[in-house]
């Protein structure tokens, strides 16, 4: 079945410091990607999405490209700050868009 | 953006009461919700799948009995704990689909609540 792997956390980052955290994937047919960012003690907030093959997705100085030929779909930024501190969740959704597979988070401290 | 309001953001309440979470789609007609539990940190795990006037899926280990979610409307879905167990305190998140996507929107981009953080005595 389609499954979501991201790297293991806790990620912690100097303030202005290069952020990668990465994701891949395995699905059948033409998912869409996401990553989502949780905030302490909130629900999730999309942060960006590529629908296909190429696409970049960026919001927020965060950046990540849909590549079908590793099936990945790894975050970017590069100058974290602290306001940044979260928890990032990668995920994909069937081409019929009715499931999204989420990958275990990814937790993200910035420190001043 | 989308707009999904979960209420109460917070409930305490004492074992062996029932709780009821809201999850209204603000902005767009909603074909399906989810519902997640979120332990400390951890990932979600989804509960269940509830689409507009039909009977919920539940995943499996979900006791149906014990989550009982109705989804009425396009607008809104809810959630109750029945009999609520000091284990079932737990972060709950809703979130709400618009399955065929669009303008602006992928299909399967997903709105979630603000989560209802429920302590149970």
């Known amino acids: 079945g389609d499954s979501v792997t991201q790297m293991e956390g806790p990620v912690t980052l100097s303030e202005e410091a290069f952020l990668t955290i990465n994701c891949t994937y395995t699905a059948t047919g033409y998912p869409s990607l996401f990553w989502y960012v949780q905030y302490p003690g909130e629900g999730l907030q999309l942060l960006l999405k590529a629908t296909k093959a190429d696409d970049k997705g960026s919001n927020k100085g965060f950046e990540a490209t849909y590549r079908k030929e590793t099936t990945s779909f790894h975050l970017e930024k590069g100058s974290v700050q602290v306001s940044d501190s979260a928890v990032y969740f990668c995920?994909?959704?069937?081409?019929?868009?009715?499931?999204?597979?989420f990958g275990a988070g990814t937790r993200l401290f910035v420190k001043a | 953006g989308a707009v999904v309001s979960q209420h109460p953001s917070w409930v305490i309440c004492k074992s062996g009461t029932s709780v009821k979470i809201e999850c209204r789609s603000l902005?767009?007609?909603?074909?399906?919700m989810f519902w997640y539990r979120q332990f400390p940190k951890q990932s979600l795990m989804l509960m269940a799948t509830s689409n507009e006037g039909s009977k919920a899926t539940y995943e499996q280990g979900v006791e149906k009995d014990k989550f009982l979610i109705n989804h009425a409307s396009l607008t809104l879905s809810t959630l109750t704990v029945t009999s609520a167990h000091p284990e079932d305190s737990s972060f709950y998140i809703c979130s709400a689909s618009n399955s065929h996507g669009s303008s602006g929107r992928a299909a399967g981009e997903l709105f979630f609540g603000e989560g209802s953080r429920l302590t149970v005595l």
């Open positions: 902005d767009f007609q909603a074909t399906t």
């Open positions: 995920a994909l959704s069937d081409t019929g868009g009715f499931k999204t597979i």
